[in-house]
């Protein structure tokens, strides 16, 4: 067995500290996790995981999750096009909303399906302000952008699940709007909502 | 026995964990989330502490209200208390079509403790109304308690 964490500088690039010298897999897992960027379905959480102890304490479950994110991150930030600079607010932010000083009891850890859809969520309208990110309870991640007094929250869920909510004022009383999405329909569904006022983006 | 609703005129307190603060990509604090608002499968109603009812002077209600709702738990540095006027949170919901009660309900260790009855987890849009319209302020916990 060899420590998929055990390489100082891939535990250096991933910002993965602490915890991860006490996980291990085979080499031929640790192979298979970074042998494709283009994988759309990233198994480390479940499988490698997997022969993990059965019961973890909220720091182990929050480290697990860190690590699952991160790799899922550096296995496709060349296909999804995510740079340095990115990668670097993106693994901030993770370590963020699943910091253990923070962490209300009960709460669910980020899952690594919503992690995947929010990435590629990101992928796909490609927003040059990038969101604030939050988690519902159960372990989903939500992506806010505000602009003023308008704000959008999507949540993303597994299979490129969505779920928007919005809130905008208009003639001194707020409207609000929320609508299930998938990533391949969202900026359709938003477009009534002009989002580019969120995502910096030039107007299409 | 009946239970005391909260007057209209008086507050409610609500903690809020860092997660269920708005904030953007650098983690600069823009609001209360709808998130925050919204209560877990198994809880009967929205857990909230009733200003006005903590066992202090007028001066000191929000620092002790902000120790009855921490006590236990340790306080991350980043999570929050917003502050909503009874009246104002209830009219939100009645805009909705949600005629929701507000009552006391004490707990253990926490006199003032109160909750939310009839207001729905999944209604995303008034939970974004309540979030974005009856708070009226939002403080670190740390802050009310140094």
Not at chain 1, 24 to 42: M, P, R, V
Not at chain 1, 67 to 75: D, E, M
Not at chain 2, 101 to 128: A, K, T, Y
Request: one cysteine or more; glycine letters at 6%.
């Amino acid at each position: 067995m060899t420590s998929i964490f055990g390489n100082a500088a891939i535990r250096q690039s991933l910002g993965i500290t602490g915890l991860g010298q006490s996980l291990s897999f085979d080499a031929a897992g640790t192979k298979a996790l970074f042998q494709s960027t283009e994988e759309k379905n990233f198994t480390a959480s479940s499988a490698a995981l997997a022969s993990a102890p059965a019961i973890k304490s909220t720091e182990e479950r929050l480290f697990d999750a860190k690590a699952s994110a991160k790799i899922y991150t550096a296995q496709v930030e060349v296909a999804m096009r995510i740079n340095e600079n990115w990668r670097k607010q993106l693994f901030r932010q993770i370590d963020s909303v699943l910091d253990a000083d923070e962490w209300m009891l009960g709460d669910e850890p980020l899952t690594t399906e919503s992690y995947q859809t929010f990435l590629r969520l990101m992928f796909i309208i490609q927003p040059r302000i990038k969101p604030g990110l939050g988690m519902t309870s159960d372990g989903n991640l939500m992506a806010i952008w505000q602009a003023d007094d308008m704000r959008l929250t999507i949540y993303c869920f597994g299979d490129d699940d969505l779920r928007y909510v919005l809130s905008y004022m208009e003639e001194g009383k707020r409207r609000t709007a929320a609508a299930d999405a998938s990533i391949f329909n969202v900026r359709k569904l938003l477009a009534v909502f002009q989002p580019d006022k969120w995502f910096g983006n030039e107007p299409a | 026995m009946s239970q005391l609703n909260v007057p209209d005129e008086d507050h409610i307190v609500r903690y809020v964990g860092w997660n269920q603060v708005a904030k953007d990509a650098d983690d600069t604090v823009l609001g209360i989330s709808a998130e925050a608002f919204r209560r877990r499968y198994n809880e009967d109603g929205l857990s909230v502490n009733w200003l006005e009812r903590a066992d202090a002077d007028a001066a000191n209600k929000l620092r002790r209200t902000v120790e009855l709702l921490t006590a236990g738990i340790a306080i991350g540095k980043k999570s929050r208390v917003a502050i909503a006027n009874v009246a104002a949170f209830k009219a939100i919901c009645v805009s909705r079509h949600a005629r929701v009660r507000i009552v006391h309900i004490p707990i253990d260790g926490n006199e003032p403790h109160s909750e939310v009855r009839q207001l729905s987890r999944d209604d995303d849009e008034i939970l974004e109304l309540l979030a974005s319209e009856s708070v009226t302020a939002h403080h670190l916990c740390l802050d009310v308690l140094s």
